[in-house]
């Protein structure tokens, strides 16, 4: 099955941008993959920020916004705050199976 | 208020069985694909297991076809997983997800396969 890369840490500081990417082995990105993006802080079940490339649930901070970025999914953190530091992970759909990326450690500092 | 609650996890020998289940409450459970996801620990996510509304189709990663099954009762708002032949790399917390865009989680039950 595919393999889902993401950076494994990234630091931003506060109220900085960053883009986390998440890329697949198979190829580009594309909506097809009906990218998902979550968060999980430590001890926590994950949380659904972004579906389907750059849709957000109700929850979803302003600050963050999904989009494909040079045949990858991108998300990006605009005006970071110090609950945002997480673990985060995209996950793709390979007609069927899904696949996670292997996370993106964010740290706010 | 939206609540999936999984149970079922715990200590099981290697080469043994155990059967998840995740009660769900809240939203309307025959109207979406469910999930089964783990996090072996100090991990990431690995996405396991899908079922259509119906349980008419179902998905399997590689490292669980043919040990693990997913299903659903539909009448009980409950999605089950059966997984045989355990291995100690099948130790993780094991999540329950769905609902309108995978919105919804659990909060995990922590299966142990060891001897």
């Known amino acids: 099955q595919a393999v889902v890369t993401q950076e494994p840490s990234l630091t931003v500081s506060p109220g900085g941008t960053v883009t986390l990417t998440c890329a697949s082995s198979t190829g580009a990105v594309t909506s097809g993959h009906y990218p998902y993006w979550f968060q999980q802080k430590p001890g926590q079940a994950p949380r659904t920020l972004i579906y389907h490339t750059s849709n957000k649930h109700s929850w979803t901070p302003a600050r963050f916004s999904g989009s494909l970025l040079g045949g990858k999914a991108a998300l990006t953190l605009s005006g970071a705050q110090p609950e945002d530091e997480a673990e985060y992970y995209c996950?793709?759909?390979?007609?069927?199976?899904?696949?996670f990326g292997g996370g993106t450690k964010l740290t706010v500092l | 208020e939206v609540q999936l609650v999984e149970s079922g996890g715990g200590l099981v020998q290697p080469g043994g069985s155990l059967r998840l289940s995740c009660a769900a409450s809240?939203?309307?459970?025959?109207?979406?694909?469910m999930s089964w996801v783990r996090q072996a620990p100090g991990k990431g996510l690995e996405w396991l297991a899908n079922?259509?509304?119906?349980?008419?189709?179902?998905f399997y990663v590689d490292s669980v076809k043919g040990r693990f099954t997913i299903s659903r009762d539909n009448a009980k708002n409950s999605l089950f997983l059966q997984m045989n032949s355990l291995r100690a790399e099948d130790t993780a917390v094991y999540y329950c997800?769905?609902?309108?865009?995978?919105?919804?989680w659990g909060q995990g039950t922590l299966v142990t396969v060891s001897s």
């Open positions: 997800a769905g609902g309108n865009y995978r919105a919804y």
């Open positions: 079922i259509k509304e119906d349980g008419s189709q179902k």
């Open positions: 809240g939203f309307t459970f025959n109207d979406y694909w």
């Open positions: 996950l793709l759909s390979y007609s069927g199976p899904w696949v």
